[in-house]
């Protein structure tokens, strides 16, 4: 990465993260994927009791590495949601126990320049987490997740986030997975389900994000 970039993002992610700030969440910025982790561990993890903890599909968050660090550490009870070889009706219950977790991560589909968040989800474990149940959420997010307003996170979302997500997915049937446009569908795999603005964290820092100065998710 060219350094004026670099130094470009900063400032964005800087300016971002004040706006968070005075929307209660508490903010970190990273300038790598290795840094958030860092963070994580020195600045976050040291302030909480945590005995159990989940987490919400989030290709930012595993590119961290925290779920390797959090699956050594014998002293926390890690609730695997998305572990293929189980029953769909297990995924659903684990799911639905990781929403009493004492820490729960994930990422956003997009942050605001305002400082608010922008998520849509399929099944809605990631943005239930987000809004209540959880203890302490940690949300990771990369830098080009940032946008203007809500109206440009949703326009986003739509147009790029969530066509792309349904690509991910083998074997998924919706419309945008042979078109890569939205067709607002009727599909069973629709993936575009709930939408969540995240305004303001309630109770006060009780969402902790990290803003990463790297490209990443979807
Ligand atoms: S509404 Fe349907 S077509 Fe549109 S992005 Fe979501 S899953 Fe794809």
Known sequence: MQEYESRFWQLRLE??????E???????????FAEAKII??????????VKTASWGDSLTLYETGILEFLKQNQSIDLIETFAKDLPRG??????????????????SNAVTETGKLVNLDMVG????????GPKNVVL???RNKLVKDVEKGMERIKAHAAPLNAIRHEGWKTPC???????????PDRICNTWVITEKSYPRHRIKIILINQDGGL
């Open 177 to 187: 997975v042979k078109t890569s446009l939205c067709m607002d569908c009727n599909s």
């Open 90 to 107: 297990e995924i659903l219950e684990r799911r639905r126990q990781a929403l009493l977790v004492d820490l729960f991560f994930t990422g």
């Open 140 to 142: 990771l997010i990369s």
């Open 125 to 132: 474990n990631r943005v239930g987490a987000i809004t209540f």
């Open 22 to 32: 005075n929307n209660n969440f508490e903010v970190f910025v990273a300038q790598t």
């Open 15 to 20: 300016h971002c993260k004040k706006a968070l």
């Open 40 to 49: 994580f561990k020195r600045e976050i993890l040291p302030s909480l009791i």
